[in-house]
């Protein structure tokens, strides 16, 4: 039976279905494919961010590899609402829907107050993140990002996430500047000004903006997957309708 494909990306931590544990059931509905950015992987090194890498990579995930059809919705969630986004600008024709999840996308928004105080903060500890070890860089990074204190890395695996945070390239860089005109979520948790106020840019744009709780992750809360599935459901819903 054909299912309709469904594209995860995930943001700048976990990766692959790791970054999506609320969302594996879609997999009963839907052909799930929970993507790895570029530089992302559990044994190879962390390289640096490669934006156009990581369009390309949501962009192969869309196409017709013998499914019988191309193209799906896509869900993303922080950093990688930017390659979701280059995706649909590129090729409009493959994105049914996205979903956007916390969309780090600041180089939409980057003359606006919010984004432009982040970007006050931020930019000094990106100028010198390569004379930092990868521990300090991110102890850092959460400090003025989320006000709180990072566990030291121990382990292998928190020691590659560490240096993999570190070669991340600031949102406000990507080579995104224009808004796809495909059907839009834009799911935030209603904690930080800065992602409201990418929200409320797209939704002047057309996007359909709603709030759950938990944090920079409202994926994983009951009322943010719901909001996800829901939306994916109307569209498919609305596109049915149209084709009949």
């Known amino acids: 039976m054909f299912k309709q494909r ?26 799930a494919l929970f993507l790895r950015r570029h530089g992302f992987d559990a044994v190879a090194e962390p390289q640096e961010t490669d934006f156009a890498a990581d369009a390309g990579i949501v962009l192969r995930a869309l196409a017709d590899d ?6 799906g919705h896509v869900v993303a969630h922080s950093q990688g609402a930017i390659a979701a986004m280059m ?42 993140r390569h004379n930092l070890s990868d521990d300090d860089f991110q102890r850092e990074f959460v400090r003025r990002a989320f006000a709180a204190d990072a566990p030291g890395a121990t382990t292998p695996e928190a020691l590659r996430a560490a240096r993999r945070l570190r070669l991340q390239a600031p949102p406000w860089e990507a080579p995104l500047h224009i808004v796809p005109g495909v059907p839009t979520l834009v799911l935030t948790g209603g904690w930080e000004p800065l992602y409201e106020e990418i929200a409320g840019y797209l939704r002047e744009t057309g996007a359909l903006h709603r709030t759950a709780p938990g944090g920079h992750r409202p994926q994983d809360s009951k009322e943010g997957d719901r909001a996800i599935r829901t939306f994916i459901a109307d569209v498919n819903r609305l596109q049915q309708a149209r084709a009949s």
């Open 87 to 128: 995706a649909a600008v590129e090729r409009p024709d493959l994105v049914q829907s996205l979903t956007l999840v916390e969309p780090a996308c600041l180089s939409l928004t980057a003359e606006l107050p919010a984004s432009a105080a982040h970007r006050a903060l931020m930019q000094p500890l990106f100028d010198v």
């Open 6 to 31: 469904v594209v995860f990306v995930h943001g700048a931590g976990r990766f692959g279905a790791a970054a999506w544990p609320k969302q594996h059931g879609m997999a009963l509905s839907y052909d």
């Open 66 to 71: 013998g499914r019988g059809a191309a193209g």
